[in-house]
């Protein structure tokens, strides 16, 4: 049972046009949500954060929305840039202690 | 050092042998996770301490697999017996506790492979 879902598993961009991450849920019960960046042989790194009491939240190039009724929240880069070439995973956490449950991931590819 | 710092970063194991994986948390972080990440997918839960406490295990997929962390401090997790379908790679996590953030900090993991 997935409850996170990334039904893309890669994107292209070219540098300086936007790049739009989604990312679907099942569990209404998520109060906190998560993009983490990942490059080749490396652990996750935490990006931007969002809890379900907002539906926006900006830091930098990076702005992560909530469409709680949809269960639907994406990450916006912009401009994109070829350092931001990673695979990107949604997180999210329900209550009580961090236990993160993570999506399955979409390799971000910015072109120059 | 100032991350989390994970040990060894890549194990070759021979199917039914035991390994241990270990796991520096960042000084002072109460909490930390062990999670598998198979090729292809996204991390999976596997247990979780609360300093010593190991207050949730619910995502061990067997017997063969214990971690410990006695002192509240570092952790290891073993996987006895190893199979083919251990090969992964195994994160550990820290952070604070949930009232100080919700920020997760990852190691870089350990990339076991069992032949």
């Known amino acids: 049972d997935q409850q996170v879902k990334q039904n893309s598993p890669s994107l292209s961009v070219q540098e300086g046009r936007i790049s739009i991450l989604n990312c679907d849920y099942t569990?209404?019960?998520?109060?906190?949500f998560l993009w983490y960046k990942k490059y080749p042989a490396e652990g996750p790194t935490f990006l931007i954060s969002i809890s379900s009491i907002k539906d926006k939240n900006e830091d930098g190039r990076f702005t992560v929305f909530l469409n709680k009724s949809a269960k639907h929240l994406s990450l916006h880069i912009v401009p994109s840039q070829p350092g931001d070439s990673a695979v990107y995973f949604c997180?999210?956490?329900?209550?009580?202690?961090?236990?993160?449950?993570f999506g399955t991931g979409t390799k971000l590819q910015v072109i120059p | 050092g100032a991350g989390v710092s994970q040990s060894p970063r890549y194990k070759v194991a021979k199917r039914g042998q035991d390994v241990a994986l270990r796991c520096d948390p960042i000084s002072g972080h109460v909490s930390l996770f062990w999670y598998q990440q198979a090729l292809g997918q996204g991390p999976e839960f596997l247990t979780y301490f609360q300093n010593e406490a190991q207050l949730d295990k619910s995502g061990l997929p067997s017997d063969r697999f214990f971690a410990e962390r006695p002192e509240g401090s570092v952790s290891t997790l073993k996987i006895q017996r190893t199979q083919q379908e251990d090969s992964a790679v195994y994160l550990c996590?820290?952070?604070?506790?949930?009232?100080?953030?919700?920020?997760?900090?990852f190691g870089e993991g350990s990339w076991l492979t069992v032949v």
């Open positions: 996590a820290s952070s604070l506790p949930r009232d100080s953030g919700n920020t997760i900090y």
């Open positions: 997180a999210a956490i329900r209550g009580g202690y961090q236990k993160v449950t």
């Open positions: 569990n209404s019960m998520f109060d906190y």
